[in-house]
């Protein structure tokens, strides 16, 4: 018998393990977005009202402290990306996380408004800086045959997070100070996200561990590279450097159709609640409804990136706007609550779906090494539109007493994004 001749070192890990290492890397990104962001974003609406009996600061002063966070975490995205490109996604998820929990701890020591701001803006720059965009950078460089599937399954943590994370909090709130609970949640960023997620779990891409993508061998990644060049931005990197990436409307109809989504998304978010208690329905009713939204947000999620395995993600896209527009239809036209919480699963599915099709047509378009920096270019159009749309839709009430024109304005932004999701396609290489 012939003896077995010795493993290759560059053998695909999965020849070697059962399991493919790509998966702990991901497990690792999804429980930072999944703390990260309920400490950071979801946990504010349990503190609201102790800062508000504590200190005698309006509602909108103190809601400032948040917007100004999270116009923190994403204006700086351009910046992030150049960062991440240069020192690895894994190192500024250890930093920029560290920081963020410095900014949350810090708010226990706050006495003025703006302090709450400052502490805010500091956890909102770290969050930026070792959040999104470094997490699906690692995602992006671990999975490209099943890339959408792990990312329907980070998308559906940072989903998690908003469900888990208000109740928890206001349980944490009860039991002890409200300032210690701060210092709760900057320790369990700093022992979780940090120490276990960035220092054990990830690492920034298979090569760094003599691996391939999904696991496949040398050989088979190099005739997976082969055939994408003929078709995708895969191949040579040569006509994909620098400002040509961003000179083309490619990464721009992107971040439209995600700016669309969020502003939509944002201005149902914010007052569907308070529109259904206008029209009468009880507050923990109404309160239901956003709940149904949440769960079939993660549902959205995992669905798009298990489908978008075997179908176009800019058809699918399309469609996801599509029942978005008939979730807004629905609730400008009825009352009746089965037809509301239809409305909330369509809402929750679409806006699910749309959310992980961001970092899906930009990890699809664009090659590896240039995944942070087109997604530091559109993934502000996100953030911001989703910072003004709760403060648009209240002012359109203000000035008209009805939710009815700033739904339709949001039906409107729904229908952009449609145009912009279809139009979105595959840039030619230069």
Known sequence: MTPRAPMNPEESYSEKHKIFYGWFALAGVAIVIFIVGGAFVNSFGPFLPKLISEYDWGRAEISLALTLGILAFGLPSPLFGILVNKYGPRYTIIVGNAIAALGLAGVYLAQEVWHLYFFYIISGLGGGFGG??????????????????????????????????????????????????????????????????????????????????????????????????????????????????????????IGGFAAANSFTVGTLVSHQIAYLQDIGYAPMTAASTLSVMSIFSLIGSLGFGFLALRFNIRHMASIAFIIQLVAITILLTTRELALLYIFAIFMGLSAGSLTVALAMFVGAYYPRERYAQVMGVVFPFQVIFNAGAATIAG??????????????????????????????RRPKQS
């Open 132 to 253: 999104y965009i470094a997490c699906t950078a690692i995602v992006n460089n671990w999975f490209i045959r099943r890339r959408s599937l792990a990312l329907g399954i980070f998308q559906s943590f940072a989903g998690l997070g908003g469900f888990v994370f208000p109740p928890l909090t206001t349980a944490l709130i009860a039991s002890i100070d409200w300032r210690a609970s701060w210092l709760v949640l900057a320790g369990v960023i700093l022992v979780i996200p940090v120490f276990i997620g960035g220092v054990f779990l990830i690492r920034n891409k298979p090569e760094d561990m003599g691996l391939m993508p999904d696991g496949m061998s040398p050989d088979a990644f190099h005739e997976y590279e082969k055939t994408q060049s003929r078709s995708s931005a895969d191949g040579d990197n040569s006509g994909w450097g620098g400002l040509k990436v961003l000179k083309t409307k490619t990464p721009w109809l």
């Open 395 to 424: 002012l359109v009430f203000d000035a008209t007493s009805s939710y009815t024109p700033a739904f339709i304005t949001a039906g409107i932004f729904s229908l952009v994004g449609l145009f912009f999701a279809h139009m979105a």
